[in-house]
């Protein structure tokens, strides 16, 4: 199996997670999107998107991180502990509801407050309105408090006692903002004790290994200078905070 990646990119994150944890072998093929290899002809012949992650199986391709998720999981269940994605029906549904509530509301506002903080300033050459990042904040912060009080409520994870891919895909977009130096953990034991024990579960080791590269982000626009294709973002940008 090929995992066609960045770790700057949360769900490449959640991807490299689970394949490790759960002891799925692949080759790593790094696709550096600072340095616009998405768009290099060889990548387009692999996904006409132009988007990681990238898993290819065999002659089987597939892309958008929650497939390939639900692949490996499904492909390796009779050898895989069922916390991971629970076979009762409901306790699927929950993690399938976690997975599909995510989109819109964490990622999208971990993604917002990243791009905000960590890009637009390298991208447009100009700082952030104060308003804009104010209101990015604020978004999400009321996706953090919806996990708690909806997903966490008072389970040691989002679907019971034990870790599952939903905590995966959390966890990634969480740290997300939190690698520009946005402290979201202050103030929230509850979601600090859940951080911590995905940590466990997972291991110290691996969990450091995933994020890595994204908690070095200060040195990402510095990367980006000499990106060719830097001009091609702006109109996205300007369409995204305009």
């Keep these: ?68 998720l639900k692949y490996m999981l499904q492909k390796h269940s009779s050898s895989l502990a069922d916390h991971w994605y629970p076979a009762d029906l409901q306790q699927r549904a929950r993690v399938n509801e976690y997975l599909s509530w995510q989109h819109m509301n ?3 506002h971990g993604s917002k407050v990243f791009l905000l903080k960590a890009l637009f300033p390298v991208v447009m050459g100009s700082e952030v309105p104060k308003e804009k990042m ?17 997903f966490l409520q008072n389970k040691p994870f989002i679907v019971g006692d034990k870790i599952s891919v939903a905590d995966l895909v959390a966890i990634v977009e969480i740290i997300q903002p939190v690698a520009t130096g946005l402290d979201v953990f ?40 000499n990106n060719s294709n830097l001009e091609m973002l702006k109109p996205k940008f300007q369409k995204l905070f305009s």
């Design 106 to 108: 964490l990622r999208a």
């Design 134 to 150: 104010d209101t990015a904040v604020q978004d999400l912060n009321q996706s953090l408090q919806m996990l708690e009080e909806k």
């Design 186 to 225: 202050e103030g929230r034991q509850k979601l600090t004790a859940w951080r911590d024990r995905v940590k466990k579960a997972l291991g110290e080791k691996l969990f450091a290994e995933a994020h890595e590269v994204i908690m070095k982000v200060g040195s990402l626009p510095q990367q980006m200078q």
């Design 1 to 68: 199996m090929e995992l066609y990646l960045d770790l700057h990119s949360q769900p490449c994150r959640s991807v490299f997670l689970l394949a490790k944890a759960i002891g799925i072998p692949f080759e790593f093929k790094l696709v550096e999107l600072s340095a616009g290899q998405q768009y290099s002809e060889e990548f387009g012949k692999i996904n006409v998107m132009r988007k990681v992650p990238v898993m290819k199986d065999g002659s089987f391709v597939l892309t958008e991180s929650v497939a390939i």
